[in-house]
């Protein structure tokens, strides 16, 4: 996708250290829309040799980031929830693929599934739901 597209969201996932930090990419940006993926590192699993659940709330949250942003105006979460289905495996990459739901005035809903390895078809990890609110300046 050409970085004109979506440049504000673009010049956000830029200056995200943390997102950067857990090594995920960007796969999909669109209107509404974002997949981002993250390979789960020795460094991120858990006392049960599981990825950690904050991580992969990280990666639904890094996603629903984008798409709420893929519309222009400075967009934040109000909120968000996870439940978490299967846990994620060392080497495993996590693919999160985020999707507006309703967006009205300045609140949106946006969706969020996190699948294992195959971004399509891949076994579901979690399910997220995202609350945003659009700002009018920081």
């Given at each position: ?92 990459t996590l693919h999160a693929d ?7 005035g300045r609140s949106g809903i ?9 971004p399509e078809a891949g076994e ?15």
């Amino acid at each position: 996708m050409p970085e004109a597209d979506h440049p504000e969201a673009r010049a956000m996932w830029a200056a995200d250290a943390a997102s950067a930090m857990l090594g995920m990419q960007v796969d999909f940006l669109g209107p509404g829309r974002a997949r981002v993926s993250m390979l789960v590192r020795p460094d991120m699993v858990n006392g049960h040799d599981l990825c950690h659940g904050g991580l992969i709330a990280s990666l639904g949250d890094s996603a629903f980031a984008l798409a709420c942003n893929s519309h222009g105006p400075v967009t934040v979460a109000a909120g968000f929830g996870v439940d978490f289905l299967v846990p994620g495996r060392l080497g495993q990459t996590l693919h999160a693929d985020a999707r507006e739901v309703s967006r009205r005035g300045r609140s949106g809903i946006y969706d969020v599934t996190v699948r294992a390895d195959d971004p399509e078809a891949g076994e579901v990890v979690a399910e997220f739901r995202g609350r945003s609110r659009t700002i009018t300046s920081r």
